[in-house]
């Protein structure tokens, strides 16, 4: 039976710093599971203490009534997860500087919708979307995502913003025992929004080099995908009980989704995605020809705060190309942004079938 005490403990008496370490004894593990699916696994490791950081900053403010520790604990991850208000001020000002940089990549053409619903598409999507023939003992699933991410330093007050890249590569084994694979390559390449190489060397800044780190993660075996009808899993989504997910919005089933896209799932877990996304109220037909590291597909997003997520989908095809954040206003935080302006873009190559760990195709 489980106890209430333990899944909605007080911590706001005496006895809420011990009451957190029980939590971090019981939901550590897990945490760090959830964000390592989205970044760096040593990255991960850094945003699991400041998760715990921030809930003893904010102990007090924990209310059991409203929800259990994990669920609360959950919601600190994912917020720390997105990328502060202040970063997307300075990066609508470096787009103001440079905004044919971004455009090289992350093309908005700023077409209209097709006559076809969101809905209708992504349905339709999933129903193209081939189910990948069953993995064969000794063979690994292999995914890349290419991402270019928004990073910021104002060493010496010399304000210095770019854009960074990295890839991330995963192997997933035919057998449920095994973990994944993980490689994480910083590229070391920049796209630079305001300042540049010489710059940053005058200033003394530590820009990220060339690096990779491979190790293992946990591929979720154990927390298998549901099947079947879209419909429960989006109710699954809304209520929060899928994975420790807090979903309290559009944008948040939105994420959830995509990371779960992102992740190299097969094709009739990813028809089930798309059939899920398509019953998202606010989701619309952002763009018919959308253009991300040179793949094309439709893209499907969410608006929140003057900034539209989207999704690209190819719809002839159902598969899945990969993902931009775009600040879809001219004014953000009093700073001039040209419309459409994409400032953080990722592409995915796969799911393939291979051989061995560190092939690629």
Request: contains cysteine; hydrophobic residues 40%; negative net charge.
């Amino acid at each position: 039976m489980t106890n209430v005490d333990s899944d909605r403990p007080d911590l706001s008496g005496r006895a809420g710093g011990a009451a957190l370490t029980d939590l971090y004894d019981t939901h550590a593990r897990d945490l760090h599971r959830y964000l390592a699916r989205r970044l760096d696994p040593v990255v991960a490791d850094d945003l699991v203490a400041e998760t715990f950081l921030v809930a003893w900053e904010q102990r007090a403010r924990y209310d059991p009534g409203r929800g259990t520790a994990r669920s609360w604990l959950f919601g600190i991850a994912t917020n720390l997860l997105r990328p502060p208000r202040k970063l997307i001020a300075s990066a609508a000002a470096a787009v103001v500087l440079a905004v044919g940089v971004v455009a090289a990549q992350a093309v908005w053409s700023g077409d209209n919708a097709p006559v076809a619903s969101a809905a209708e598409q992504l349905n339709a999507a999933a129903d193209k979307a081939d189910p990948e023939q069953p993995l064969k003992p000794g063979q690994y699933r292999y995914t890349a995502t290419h991402t270019w991410k928004l990073e910021s330093r104002h060493p010496k007050n010399v304000r210095l913003t770019w854009l960074e890249e990295s890839v991330r590569e995963e192997w997933v084994s035919a057998d449920p025992t095994q973990q994944c694979t993980v490689r994480t390559t910083v590229t070391g390449n920049r796209k630079w929004l305001v300042g540049d190489e010489e710059k940053a060397k005058a200033a003394g800044a530590d820009l990220p080099r060339k690096q990779t780190r491979q190790g293992l993660a946990s591929c979720g075996h154990d927390e298998p995908l549901p099947t079947g009808d879209a419909r429960e899993f989006y109710d699954l989504l809304r209520r929060g009980e899928f994975r420790g997910f807090i979903v309290s919005s559009d944008l948040d089933v939105y994420q959830v989704i995509a990371a779960l896209l992102r992740a190299g799932i097969t094709g009739d877990e990813r028809a089930l995605m798309y059939r899920t996304l398509a019953l998202l109220p606010s989701l619309k037909v952002t763009e018919q020809d959308a253009n991300v590291d040179g793949q094309k597909g439709t893209a499907y997003g969410v608006g929140e705060g003057g900034n539209q997520h989207d999704l690209i989908v190819d719809p002839a095809t159902g598969r899945f190309i990969g993902e931009r954040w775009v600040l879809n206003t001219g004014d953000i935080e009093g700073i001039d942004v040209p419309k459409g302006t994409a400032i953080d873009y990722t592409s995915v190559t796969g799911p393939l079938t291979v051989d061995k760990v560190g092939a690629t195709g």
